[in-house]
């Protein structure tokens, strides 16, 4: 893996017509933030006197961002534009970003301003030091307490089905090298967590403290029920522990269930027949039956998994492209590319 050695060159790309680093942006209606976000990460990029194609991917945006969007690229070569159909959901888009990035190094980055441009250096050192994956991770979170706390428990969630122990997996402030991005793209399911799924094949992932901002302008696209589909989709998408989790709670119920019925029929023997109690009985009616239901869902959930799996329909659809696209998939010729979110 070449990751030195290549000219600086500022926007430019090397003889093979590959820039060193491609910058992948998701866009959903982000008109308000794209010039300020071109004006702080173009200077950046410039500075590290490295080639570089900042790609931004239009997730289906119904304000003006595309129109923007062709502009910036009108104006500044090294800006590609890579405009979705509709709307297919942050990391749907993020996939497309990386399915036609060319870089040798590869950072993601939010278009909200809400991840700091300037931060950007740092991650490439650490790709350059050796690191494979480095996420960023958000020191001083800018975003709802409601949200940080949902963030902690899907982290240690994460963590512990990935099997590597990071802080922050929602922070798409990351960089990696081009060959973790190939296995990524190898990757067809449907719906992917990209930090989840790095981090699930790199060989030395790394965290880095990076500043969080508040959201610029517009809104976060995360409602609670979104953040909850994301957590089940993450929870099912990387492993069986959840249904391996209510199964073993199944069994830990059912064997208190026993002890529960000799202890009954002992008080029956020793005190004799009781009818008080039976609205305790309803209570813990209700725990296992809200257990029962669980179960059911999580099942549903691996079984709607496998149902848009076998449908197999592509995880995006690409309306246009500006900007080169010599190194898109062979398999993107009429736009499309496996798996959806
Ligand atoms: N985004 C996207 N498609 C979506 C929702 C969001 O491409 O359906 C982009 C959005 O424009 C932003 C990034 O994903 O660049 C993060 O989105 P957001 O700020 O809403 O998420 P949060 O920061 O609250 O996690
Ligand atoms: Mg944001």
Redesign the pocket.
């Known amino acids: 893996m070449i990751l030195n050695g290549i000219p600086s060159a500022g926007a430019a790309r090397d003889g093979s017509g590959h820039p060193y680093l491609s910058v992948v942006?998701?866009?959903?209606n982000?008109a308000a933030n794209l010039e300020a976000l071109h004006a702080r990460l173009g200077p950046v990029l410039d500075q590290l006197g490295r080639s570089y194609e900042v790609i931004f991917v239009d997730?289906g945006s119904r304000d003006r961002s595309l129109e923007i969007l062709c502009g910036l690229h009108a104006a500044h070569p090294a800006v590609r534009v890579i405009a979705l159909n509709r709307?297919y959901?942050?990391h749907a888009?993020v996939f497309a970003g990386l399915d036609h990035a060319q870089g040798e190094v590869i950072v993601t980055l939010?278009?909200?301003l809400?991840n700091p441009p300037e931060e950007i250096p740092r991650l490439i050192a650490l790709v350059e030091a050796g690191h494979d994956v480095v996420g960023g991770w958000r020191q001083n979170r800018h975003?709802p307490l409601l949200r940080r706390w949902f963030s902690k428990a899907m982290n240690r969630l994460t963590s512990k089905i990935v099997g590597v122990q990071m802080r922050d997996y929602?922070c798409?402030l990351r960089a990696y090298r081009r060959d973790v991005v190939q296995v990524l793209r190898g990757c067809q399911e449907i719906s992917s967590f990209i930090p989840a799924l790095a981090n699930s094949f790199a060989h030395s992932p790394i965290e880095v403290p990076v500043e969080h901002a508040s959201?610029a302008h517009g809104r976060?696209?995360?409602n609670p029920f979104r953040l909850i589909r994301l957590g089940f989709d993450l929870a099912t998408g990387f492993s069986l522990l959840p249904i391996q989790t209510v199964s073993l709670a199944g069994i830990g119920i059912a064997l208190l269930g026993v002890g529960f019925g000799g202890f009954l029929l002992l008080r029956r023997l020793l005190v004799g027949p009781e009818v008080e109690g039976v609205f305790t009985l309803f209570a813990i009616l209700f725990v296992f039956v809200g257990i029962q239901v669980l179960a059911l869902g999580l099942i549903g959930e691996y079984i709607g998994r496998i149902y848009l799996e076998v449908r197999r329909r592509p995880r995006y659809v690409i309306q246009k492209i500006l900007g080169s696209s010599a190194a898109a998939p062979p398999h993107d010729a009429a736009g499309r590319q496996g798996g959806g979110a």
């Not at 942006?25 to 959903?28: K, L």
């Open positions: 942006i998701p866009v959903y982000e997730d709307n959901g942050q888009a939010d278009a909200d809400q975003d929602g798409m959201r976060s696209s995360y």
